[in-house]
């Protein structure tokens, strides 16, 4: 498939750690293997006999499908933390993502109200932190993840500096 | 209740003269002592209901009032209902005397609370819409309540329930002259700088600002006549689903002899008929004026409601023609405004962010210029109608790329955008056409979006952010190269408005152009709204308006 990217040309875009991945593999672990084996149970009690209904072949589809659908994810999100990038230009930090729905966005440092850095216990433990930047518009979901601890430090009190010289109101 | 920010208002001693006016700045004030019972009288009404029907029934009857052995009892449940009654009531008179407020200094405060006590307070230059609302209760009395909004999206900062009617128009007067900077700016001379922020105090020169703001003069722009207003929901999408969902019932009932289905229309027509109700009630003698305070919004049949927005604090327009109203050339036109959040409570929030109803293409134009005075364009009358009814490149409009019709079959020589030198205009939409409009210094932040579908075909999407709100600027399946360039050259405009915008106080703002003033220009040159000053606040003011406009 073409995959030109959508960003504006020229941009040098900072990447995320690569120890990311591993944060996202432990979230993704939690979330689908769980999902997958209470969708199996179904599958389990129709082959011991338990349960008439359903028909072994939904029993079977639903939890196979999941699980495929699941491992597709698992194979995309080393490239989708690589897709993770952003770039402090002069007035705005560019923030992008993703390979297939793809988003580049621009949020002005002006236009910050707050910026908030948050660490979960698997990211303590890698040493990484989320950056996240909220305007006074709720469609601003502007989150950097996997950044290193002084990476994140560091932009946090960039983007606070830069934001209060370019201040503007609403 | 208080941690809500509903408190009893603010009110003057009972007899003191609407003209509070004459009160020094500090001191604090509360809400008019019948507010309580204004805001409980469901209750009341409800309790007196109940136990009334009873009584008559039992009197018409020709029945004891009370049964022998409820006689006994009565005593005591009189004397206990009496004290609830009386610590309902003491409660109420205790919050309405622990309840004061204040403005000076360039903050409003409110104090509430007798337990657990909340001392609020907001800068009146953050003010982002005021409003006064006068249910019909509240209308009856002559009361009225203010509503002071900042931008938090959520609850009211500051809602003073119930003020006498003039009091709150007088206190909206003073609140609108000093968020303004009028009043500071011809009180303080060259010490007050662009800083409204100043601590108050005896130091701070607002402070001293003595005899009230009068009330900003204002021209009527125009009107939603009650006929219009009663076809436009006539022929709302809601209508067609009534047609349809009727004639539907009909010709099951008659397929299946089960006449079932018209029951099923009783409740839904009386549903609708509230619904209908509702929009008339709250659309009803819907009127728009211009002061030098901002945009005036008026309307409602048994509530009412007057809406204040200073010049500036609109963040998007959004004008909507349903199919059905084209051949009539009726618009709506809502807005994103800060301070009223995404709908708050819904149906509040709906009225509230509508800022015409219905109305033609002269009042679109009307409403527009007052939202955005300078339009950035030389011809804006060729620019909005092709954004409004257009299609193809007419009006500067660059549209979806031929290369992707089929992904929008119908509405890619619609769907595009073009850019002024104030606002970007989004238009989309074959047979519900929409127009937004983003002043380039309310853009928040703005995002490229793109799927595999629209990759394949070479398009983006470009999102702008603004607060919550009905409008949600989206450009969709514009051409990639378009997309990128423009989102590139918004954010330089963006950053461009936003530094010749350098104070919340709209009558300070240093730079002439770009800047929403109060004064309509364009397609409806209305009288300037000066004229009618008399007092020395009000030529400053007047003055200042005429500077930017």
Redesign the interface.
């Known amino acids: 498939?073409?995959?030109?990217a959508?960003?504006?040309?020229g941009i040098a875009w900072q990447r995320v750690s690569t120890k990311y991945i591993t944060v996202r593999l432990v979230e993704w672990a939690l979330a689908n293997i769980a999902t997958v084996l209470v969708l199996s149970a179904p599958l389990v009690f129709v082959l011991l006999g338990w349960w008439r209904w359903p028909p072994l072949w939904l029993a079977v589809t639903v939890p196979a499908a999941t699980l495929l659908i699941a491992l597709w994810r698992l194979v995309l999100i080393p490239r989708q933390v690589r897709a993770l990038g952003y770039a402090e230009r002069d007035?705005?930090l560019l923030v992008r993502s993703g390979i297939?729905?793809?988003?580049?966005?621009?949020?002005?440092y002006?236009?910050m109200q707050y910026v908030d850095i948050a660490v979960g216990p698997v990211e303590r433990g890698l040493g990484l932190c989320t950056v996240k930047l909220h305007?006074?518009?709720?469609?601003?979901n502007?989150r950097i993840p996997g950044l290193p601890a002084a990476e994140g430090a560091r932009l946090r009190e960039q983007l606070a500096a830069r934001g209060e010289a370019?201040l503007?109101?609403? | 209740m208080t941690a809500d920010g509903q408190f009893a208002g603010p009110a003057l001693p009972p007899g003191a003269a609407p003209g509070t006016t004459g009160h020094p700045d500090d001191e604090w004030l509360r809400v008019h002592p019948a507010s309580p019972f204004v805001r409980g009288w469901v209750a009341l009404a409800a309790i007196t209901f109940f136990f009334g029907r009873d009584l008559f029934e039992r009197t018409l009857q020709g029945q004891p009032v009370f049964e022998d052995g409820f006689a006994r009892r009565a005593p005591w449940l009189l004397g206990g209902g009496a004290a609830v009654l009386a610590v309902a009531v003491l409660g109420f008179v205790l919050t309405w005397y622990f309840t004061k407020y204040q403005v000076s200094g360039g903050y409003v405060r409110v104090n509430t609370g007798l337990l657990f006590r909340q001392h609020r307070q907001a800068r009146l230059d953050r003010v982002?819409a005021i409003d006064i609302v006068q249910p019909l209760l509240a209308r009856v009395l002559g009361l009225a309540e203010l509503k002071f909004e900042v931008?938090d999206?959520g609850e009211s900062a500051v809602r003073l329930a119930y003020l006498r009617i003039d009091d709150a128009r007088q206190l909206r007067a003073t609140i609108l002259s000093r968020a303004s900077g009028a009043a500071a700016a011809s009180g303080a001379g060259p010490t007050a700088g662009a800083d409204a922020a100043a601590p108050p105090g005896p130091g701070n020169p607002s402070a001293s600002f003595g005899p009230p703001a009068p009330e900003a003069p204002e021209i009527k722009v125009l009107s939603v006549p009650p006929s219009r207003l009663l076809g436009s929901l006539l022929l709302s999408e809601q209508s067609v689903f009534i047609v349809v969902g009727g004639v539907a019932s009909v010709v099951l009932s008659a397929l299946t002899d089960n006449r079932a289905f018209y029951f099923y229309l009783v409740p839904a027509a009386l549903g609708l008929i509230a619904g209908y109700w509702n929009f008339f009630n709250k659309g009803y003698n819907f009127t728009a004026a211009v002061s030098p305070d901002g945009i005036r919004l008026r309307y409602g049949l048994l509530d009412t409601q007057a809406q204040t927005l200073p010049p500036g604090?609109i963040?998007a327009v959004k004008i909507a023609q349903p199919p059905l109203w084209r051949p009539l050339g009726w618009y709506r036109m809502q807005v994103n405004v800060?301070g009223y959040g995404?709908s708050g409570s819904a149906a509040e929030g709906n009225t509230r962010t509508i800022l015409l109803p219905v109305g033609r293409f002269a009042d679109v134009m009307a409403m527009l210029s007052l939202v955005l005075p300078d339009p950035g364009t030389d011809q804006p009358e060729a620019v909005f109608t092709a954004g409004l009814g257009g299609r193809d490149s007419g009006g500067g409009f660059t549209t979806t790329p031929r290369r992707a019709r089929l992904l929008a079959p119908l509405a890619w020589r619609r769907n595009g955008f073009a850019a002024t030198d104030t606002a970007l205009l989004i238009r989309s939409g074959r047979w519900w056409r929409e127009l937004v409009l983003v002043p380039h210094?309310?853009t928040?932040?703005?995002?490229?979006?793109?799927?595999?579908l629209a990759?394949?075909f070479?398009v983006?999407d470009l999102?702008l952010?603004?607060?919550?709100g009905p409008v949600?600027p989206r450009l969709t399946q514009a051409g990639?190269d378009e997309?990128?360039q423009l989102?590139?050259e918004q954010?330089a405009r963006?950053?461009l408005a936003?530094k010749r915008?350098t104070?919340?106080q709209w009558l300070r703002q240093v730079v002439p152009a770009g800047e929403p003033t109060p004064l309509p220009v364009g397609p409806e040159p209305g009288p300037t709204p000066g004229g009618a000053g008399t007092t020395e606040g009000h030529t400053h003011y007047q003055q200042e308006g005429q500077q930017h406009g």
């Open positions: 498939m073409h995959t030109e959508i960003d504006p040309p007035d705005d297939f729905f793809q988003r580049t966005m621009a949020v002005p002006g236009r305007t006074a518009s709720p469609g601003t502007a370019r503007a109101g609403l | 982002q931008a999206a604090r963040q800060a995404a210094q309310r928040q932040s703005l995002a490229l979006h793109q799927g595999p990759r394949r070479r983006a999102v952010h603004t607060t919550a949600a990639l997309a990128r989102f590139d954010s963006a950053r936003r915008q104070t919340e």
